[in-house]
């Protein structure tokens, strides 16, 4: 024992801040220590390292039983701890294995049991308590820094930190199979991660059930918790986010495990110090990637293919009604939508990088005809109007958010037009008034926005100051920027209300944030820029899946669905959808500058990856079921949701979000038609 304590001290000074362990104790009493900077972080519980419930009452397991180590081994690499214990009506043989890998310390547990019937209601765990003063924590997807603005909603998980508070979820759910705490200490901020290999548990009294993941708070810090089963959140034990709205029941989640039966769980745990406040969970984020390497794409559909079924898609939803020309939002409804679901102004900037490419010279007809038409979009005390109705010839909708992010793609037009010889006067006359307008409102002294939504105005300000030369609008950008990186980088407040639908924290939120840095950064090479891009860019990747989730039969399944480089929408929406292609070239310029090859494969991944489902017509839907989540259909059943994929709503922003990211590859030097 002292010499293996011994060696993982040596351990700790050679590889500053790496993570490592040791087992500490007096016998019969031992426990498993993490430690990073030769500073104890988390450790297994007082009871013992091994704990086991062999009941379920009250919604919940219970008779929990514990154990520890009775022999420590040497094995290579691996030290292993073995126990026995007796509960259930028979014997337990349990057995931990852990070694240091690459920064981390990976750890195989094994369940092995010896009765000689069947042991009914069981509940495994693993379980590593970190003491603090005050503590915080991110589960990729589902809950950031305790969801503080989502929680008004009652529609999203939500922690406070209480003692004895439960934040528990299906491994499935999580885009990064992560649970992450920031810890206040004495000795100042700390992070602790558990990672783990997820899988389904066998035995399960539910169907498709899988282990559990999450954190428990309690009075002097927390306890990193997974568990064969069991899910709490919001106060409530047995309980599953399966709707928008909110949750429903999932109780009796135990195991009835027969003679003989062996059940083993990977994890990986990772300590270190915090440098400022809501930046640790960005180490994790990068653990996480590592641990998985999802970026394989040859398995998954190419660019010339995704951007000719897009094109050809487009087409369809193109209108000639009148004098009116443009892109329709729905299939079934002429009506032109600038930004957010219509995005009718995407391809006059997209079309015109791809037309050639594409042996498609009608697209820059299109591009610049649809174009002309929106950049007469009427304006009004908000700004300017969104929506264009055809049959009526009328302007309405009052979204800034929308009008961000049409004056990105009148930007990224106009550079490109004016190099290609398109009439350009018009479209700039409108991107100079959009610009004044909200210019002047972000500089005037009582603009407070309320959520990140207008963060998707810096990037359209930064490029209209270079385009028109206007110092004013890259004051505005600046503003906006300090703003938003004060409120959000401390995550105090996270990234959110990035989309119309839902009001918490969400990726489109820190996308927002994440191009205005990144355009910020480029117009001004100031390090500060590309530190507040970074910080936005590992909050979007906190929400882009890294593995490939095991799905039960249905829509997804047979289509040998891969969920790798998808997004998960938000806390309050719980699909993965095809948001991320519009972000994935953002991810590479990063990689391209921060010279970090993850980035720009992860960038290739997010686009590639959503190239699925695009059926013969080049149409796809919105919203696969990668957990136990739906937004329509059929929803009482929760554990028939899974594997599930709603094709119907297909609002025109699914097409051209290829088309637009598609086009900015290119530019980037990526050889898309290769």
């Known amino acids: 024992m002292r010499i293996?304590?011994?060696?993982?001290?040596?351990?700790?000074?050679?590889?500053?801040?790496?993570?490592?362990?040791?087992?500490?104790?007096?016998?019969?009493?031992?426990?498993?220590e993490v430690l990073a900077d030769n500073r104890v972080y988390a450790s297994t519980p007082a009871e013992g390292v091994w704990s086991i419930a062999c009941d379920w009452r009250d919604a919940w397991p219970a008779d929990w039983h514990h154990a520890a180590p009775a022999v420590i081994e040497a094995a290579g690499d691996w030290t292993i701890l073995k126990g026995r214990l007796d509960a259930c009506g028979g014997t337990w043989e349990l057995r931990d294995a852990y070694k240091h890998a690459d920064g981390v310390v990976k750890a195989i547990r094994r369940f092995e049991w010896k009765g000689t019937g069947t042991a009914p209601k069981v509940t495994l765990s693993v379980r590593f308590r970190a003491p603090?003063?005050?503590?915080?924590l991110l589960l990729p997807g589902i809950l950031y820094y305790g969801n503080p603005s989502g929680a008004r909603s009652g529609k999203v998980p939500v922690f406070t930190g209480k003692a004895g508070e439960e934040a528990i979820y299906e491994?499935?759910?999580?885009?990064?199979?992560?649970?992450?705490?920031?810890?206040?200490?004495?000795?100042?901020?700390a992070g602790v991660a558990l990672h783990t290999v997820p899988s389904p548990v066998p035995f399960g009294r539910i169907k498709d059930q899988w282990w559990s993941l999450g954190v428990v708070a309690q009075a002097a810090g927390a306890e990193l918790v997974a568990l064969s089963g069991p899910c709490a959140?919001?106060?409530?034990?047995?309980?599953?986010?399966?709707?928008?709205?909110?949750?429903k029941p999932y109780d009796e989640a135990y195991l009835s495990v027969p003679p003989g039966a062996i059940i083993e769980k990977t994890f990986y745990l990772e300590a270190f110090p915090v440098k400022a406040e809501g930046s640790g969970f960005q180490t994790p984020v990068r653990t996480s990637a590592k641990l998985f390497a999802p970026w394989y794409v040859d398995d998954l559909p190419g660019f010339g293919e995704i951007l000719r079924d897009k094109y050809r898609y487009a087409k369809s939803r193109w209108r000639e009604r009148g004098l009116a020309r443009g892109f329709s939002k729905y299939p079934d409804r002429d009506i032109f939508v600038m930004g957010w679901c219509g995005q009718a102004d995407s391809p006059g900037y997209a079309l015109q990088v791809l037309a050639k490419d594409l042996g498609a010279?009608?697209?820059?007809d299109m591009a610049r005809r649809s174009l002309d038409l929106?950049?007469?979009?009427?304006f009004y005390d908000g700004g300017f109007h969104t929506w264009y109705t055809v049959n009526k010839g009328e302007w309405s909708g009052h979204e800034p958010l929308s009008q961000g992010q049409a004056m990105m793609n009148f930007a990224r037009a106009i550079r490109v037009g004016r190099a290609t010889g398109a009439n350009t006067p018009k479209w700039e006359a409108f991107l100079r008034k959009a610009a004044d307008f909200h210019a002047a409102r972000i500089l005037a002294p009582e603009w407070k926005?309320?959520?990140?939504?207008?963060?998707?105005?810096?990037?359209?300000l930064v490029a209209s100051s270079r385009l028109f030369a206007n110092d004013t609008y890259m004051r505005a950008a600046v503003k906006a920027g300090e703003s938003y990186a004060a409120r959000h980088t401390s995550m105090r407040e996270p990234y959110w209300g990035g989309t119309l639908?839902?009001?918490?924290?969400?990726k489109e939120g820190a996308w927002a944030a994440f191009e205005g840095f990144l355009g910020l950064y480029e117009a001004t090479a100031n390090p500060l820029h590309l530190n507040w891009a970074e910080h936005a860019c590992d909050v979007v990747l906190s929400y882009v899946v890294v593995w490939d989730i095991d799905l039960p039969a249905g829509r997804l399944r047979d289509h040998r669905f891969r969920t790798r480089g998808w997004t998960v929408v938000s806390p309050q929406n719980q699909h993965i959808d095809v948001y991320g292609v519009i972000m994935a070239p953002a991810v590479y310029r990063l990689g391209q500058i921060l010279k970090r090859e993850d980035l720009k494969r992860m960038g290739i991944l997010m686009y590639r990856t959503c190239g699925q489902l695009i059926d013969p017509y080049g149409s796809q839907g919105e919203q696969p079921h990668h957990t136990n989540y739906a937004q329509r259909g059929d929803t009482d059943d929760v554990l028939g949701l899974r594997g599930g994929y709603r094709e119907e709503w297909t609002v025109f922003w699914i097409t051209a979000h290829f088309l637009n990211a598609g086009a900015q590859f290119s530019e980037m030097g990526v050889d898309v038609w290769r």
Do not use: C, W
């Open 4 to 32: 293996l304590s011994g060696l993982f001290l040596m351990a700790a000074s050679a590889a500053f801040a790496a993570t490592t362990f040791r087992v500490a104790g007096p016998v019969g009493a031992q426990r498993v």
């Open 171 to 189: 491994e499935h759910r999580y885009p990064l199979p992560f649970a992450y705490t920031e810890l206040s200490r004495s000795d100042g901020l």
């Open 132 to 136: 603090a003063l005050k503590v915080n």
């Open 501 to 506: 639908d839902a009001q918490s924290e969400d």
């Open 233 to 247: 959140s919001n106060g409530k034990r047995s309980v599953i986010k399966a709707v928008q709205p909110g949750f």
């Open 361 to 364: 010279p009608e697209a820059l």
């Open 374 to 378: 929106l950049s007469g979009a009427q």
């Open 449 to 460: 926005p309320l959520s990140t939504a207008e963060g998707f105005f810096l990037a359209p």
